[in-house]
């Protein structure tokens, strides 16, 4: 069993940054691929970028390449997620992933999720 708990939203300007963590609990994580999903009201949840279990290759939504990194430290058992030149319409909830392959974890199959936590950004 894996728990997976998110933090560092909050309330960013257009053009500011943020970098959301997510901590996991079990000696597993690294037998995992990581990712990060989030949900806008009214809207579907969608992928926005996923790591190997490695760390050794990422990949990023089109709508964030560019702005957002996703990265992970398997000796904390952390995954993070560096948002930079944030816009409003990046404005969601956003979900921790893991999964056992990144192939399946970004068609959304996943065997844990985090609680969320709300990104806020103000024009």
């Known amino acids: 069993q894996v728990q997976l708990v998110e933090s560092g939203g909050g309330l960013a300007q257009a053009g500011g940054s943020l970098r959301l963590s997510c901590a996991a609990t079990?000696?597993?994580?690294?037998?995992?691929?990581m990712g990060w999903f989030r949900q806008a009201p009214g809207k579907e949840r969608e992928f926005v970028g996923g790591i190997t279990r490695s760390g050794g290759s990422t990949e990023n939504a089109d709508s964030v390449k560019g702005r957002f990194t996703i990265s992970r430290d398997n000796a904390k058992s952390t995954v993070y997620l560096q948002m930079n030149s944030l816009k409003p319409e990046d404005t969601a909830v956003y979900y921790c992933?893991?999964?056992?392959?990144?192939?399946?974890?970004?068609?959304?199959?996943?065997?844990?999720w985090g609680q969320g936590t709300q990104v806020t950004v103000s024009s």
């Open positions: 079990g000696r597993t994580f690294s037998t995992y691929a």
């Open positions: 992933a893991a999964a056992a392959l990144l192939a399946i974890l970004r068609r959304g199959v996943v065997d844990y």
